[in-house]
T-cell receptor, first 115, second 110 residues
Framework: KAGVTQTPRYLIKTRGQQVTLSCSPI?????VSWYQQTPGQGLQFLFE???????NKGNFPGRFSGRQFSNSRSEMNVSTLELGDSALYLC??????????????FGPGTRLTVL | ELKVEQNPLFLSMQEGKNYTIYCNYS?????LYWYRQDPGKSLESLFV?????AVKQEGRLMASLDTKARLSTLHITAAVHDLSATYFC??????????FGTGTSLTVIP
């Protein structure tokens, strides 16, 4: 079975721009979660989508948004980029957290650098 | 907000030695997860501990969970260089949101 894939793997943007990251979960997984990882703040939860609905949201500003498509693929968007948005963005998929099948499988991440 | 604390943050140990990483969390949860992250790589699931008293072992790693003490341990036996990585514990709240610990960076020295 193919693992979680994320595209692109690396991105360089400038302040004020916007960016869209993509995540394809493991086949059959319906839940997709997004995390931001930085050396200073560690791993922080952004949001979780299940069956095209956002079920949980972390403590991030509204510039961070996401969506999930009917095939469970997910995108996250960051608008008006700031220097502090430079981070590794990780996507994780799981079968169905609400039913206990909640082991998360992580993708390789997208390394975003904001200049 | 659920808090997850790990200690130590950094661990340097010699090959062949034993050591334990601790993970404390602030609110009730009956599931705890351990992950490994190699430099520049993503997270790999190691263990899922599903109940109080749960113990799981894989090779030189053994994880346990005490839900009453809100404590999980990851014990390393006879460390080898290949175990060098950062180890994270994570806890899920009632809203299915995961909270990760700060991570323990382990370096095994020959």
């Amino acid at each position: 079975k193919a693992g979680v894939t994320q595209t692109p793997r690396y991105l360089i943007k400038t302040r004020g721009q916007q960016v869209t990251l993509s995540c394809s979960p493991i086949s059959g997984h319906r839940s997709v979660s997004w995390y931001q990882q930085t050396p200073g703040q560690g791993l922080q939860f952004l949001f979780e989508y299940f069956s095209e609905t956002q079920r949980n949201k972390g403590n991030f500003p509204g510039r961070f948004s996401g969506r999930q498509f009917s095939n469970s693929r997910s995108e996250m968007n960051v608008s008006t980029l700031e220097l502090g948005d430079s981070a590794l963005y990780l996507c994780a998929s799981s079968l169905d957290p609400g039913q206990g099948a909640d082991t998360q499988y992580f993708g390789p991440g997208t390394r975003l650098t904001v200049l | 907000e659920l808090k997850v604390e790990q200690n130590p943050l950094f661990l340097s140990m010699q090959e062949g030695k034993n050591y334990t990483i601790y993970c404390n969390y602030s609110t009730t949860s009956d599931r705890l997860y351990w992950y490994r992250q190699d430099p520049g790589k993503s997270l790999e699931s190691l263990f899922v501990l599903l109940s109080n008293g749960a113990v799981k072992q894989e090779g030189r790693l053994m994880a346990s969970l005490d839900t009453k003490a809100r404590l999980s341990t990851l014990h390393i036996t006879a460390a080898v260089h290949d175990l060098s990585a950062t180890y994270f514990c994570a806890v899920k709240n009632t809203g299915n949101q995961f909270y990760f610990g700060t991570g323990t960076s382990l370096t095994v020295i020959p």
